[in-house]
């Protein structure tokens, strides 16, 4: 909204400083900034009321050290990262992007399901919550709405580099020529990036094409497929990462400030040139966003980080992988996900193979075994003695290592 007041006041008035809100940059440091005041001040307040109103966290004795001294913990605390996003990209964000309203979309309909499944919980006295059926449901529903609306709508383009032989001619007639004009109109495409790969573009197109050109027309069921297969593996990843006090939110903080990295530089036409990815207008605006979003996460930790004062809950993990999940397809890096998202990705597993062998080894041997001493990962090493400050502080570090690869994936090919 400030945005528009402000570029009313430039050009009607000359209004001093108002011109600093057409910059990004300016618009995202204001955004974090907001959002780090949202959530450190205001989220006192959320974290009262929610102790006000008993949303405690109800802990089963799983034989974790401390685990028993945090029942009564007020939980649902994703309404402050919501709150602390939602607000700055609402005053700082250009709010006819289609990616900023894409984003907001996924907020609060993400938000929503997890909101819904903790007050089932706590209110309902139902241990479950929102069944895992009426969940899939809701992340499948996202998913098509972001897969259509990625692949229909006209301002969701691309532009490619044009020809060698066409770019060394425009150089010749016009050494001057900026990077800018070395590349084509802007057209429809569902190409995307692959990691490690010198021509590392693929298109989802191919994944049917090779059966018959014609099947072309039916190329936006291959791309809503997996929208919704990445929003419900990513989101699922980061509920499941939710399991100790800061892992989820820091995890999450250090992933989304990469894919910032990722929305800056594929939304400003001389650095896609220049690093040679693909260039996505207006995905600059997706900064905005991110900025938000990582300042809410980090004021998050300030009441978050061991002893934690409050819990995100299905609130807030829900919303935070269904957010990672739509930037990345977004700005056509989802094929970084399982090296970024790496500590997402190994939570996942550990569940998924702790059960998988459970189950194998009852029915062969008569009774289950387990590969972990706990699934998902965190707690087994929780099982194997280490204190859970020092389990987060390790996970950070990994997650900063693989965040510093899949930035090298620009270059490195």
């Known amino acids: ?39 450190t001040i205001y ?15 109800t802990i089963r004795d799983l034989g ?16 402050i990262i919501i709150m602390a996003t939602v607000i700055p990209v609402l005053l700082m964000a250009k709010l006819d992007n289609i990616y900023i309203i894409l984003l907001l979309v996924t907020t609060l309909w993400m938000g929503t399901i997890g909101f819904v499944d903790d007050y089932i919980k706590k209110f309902k006295n139902d241990k479950e919550g929102l069944k895992g059926k009426f969940k899939v449901l809701g992340q499948v529903g996202l998913g098509i709405i ?11 383009t691309m532009k490619e580099k044009l020809p060698l032989v066409e770019q060394q001619r425009l150089l010749e007639e016009d050494p001057r020529i900026a990077r800018s004009k070395l590349f084509g109109d802007e057209i429809k495409s569902t190409k995307t990036t692959i990691p490690f790969v010198k021509n590392n573009e693929f298109d989802y197109a191919d994944l049917i ?15 809503i497929l997996a929208a919704i297969f990445i929003i419900t593996a990513v989101s699922n990843g980061a509920n499941l990462t939710d399991g100790i006090d800061g892992l989820a939110a820091g995890s999450s903080a250090i992933i989304v400030l990469t894919l910032g990295i990722f929305a800056f530089v594929s939304g400003n036409i001389i650095l896609s040139e220049y690093l040679n990815i693909m260039y996505i207008p207006r995905a600059e605006e997706i900064t905005i966003y991110i900025t938000a979003f990582v300042g809410a996460l980090i004021g998050f930790l300030w009441y978050n980080t061991y002893p934690a004062q409050v819990f995100m809950g299905d609130t807030g993990s829900l919303t ?4 990672i999940a739509v930037i990345a397809i977004a700005v056509r890096k989802e094929w970084l996900i399982p090296l970024l998202c790496g500590i997402f990705l190994a939570e996942n597993l550990s569940v998924v193979l702790q059960v998988s062998y459970f189950k194998y080894t ?52």
């Open 1 to 39: 909204m400030l945005y528009y007041l402000f570029q009313y006041l430039e050009q009607k008035f000359q209004f001093p400083g108002a011109s600093l809100f057409g910059y990004t940059t300016f618009r995202a440091a204001v955004a974090i900034i907001l959002s780090l005041l949202i959530s």
């Open 43 to 57: 989220g006192k307040r959320i974290i009262n009321f929610l102790r006000k109103k008993q949303v405690g966290e």
């Open 64 to 79: 974790l050290e401390g685990q028993v001294e945090k029942a009564g913990t007020p939980t649902m605390g994703g309404l």
């Open 146 to 156: 972001v897969g259509a609306t990625l692949f229909f709508s006209g301002d969701v």
């Open 209 to 223: 094409t090779w059966i018959d050109p014609a099947l072309k027309a039916y190329s936006w069921v291959v791309f």
């Open 320 to 323: 935070i992988g269904g957010i």
């Open 362 to 413: 009852r029915k062969k041997y008569g009774e289950g075994r387990r590969i972990f001493k706990m699934s998902p990962l965190h707690h087994h090493y929780q099982k194997l003695g280490y204190h859970e400050s020092k389990i987060v502080t390790r996970f950070w570090i990994v997650g900063i290592l693989l965040a510093i690869i899949t930035i090298v994936t620009l270059k490195v090919r």
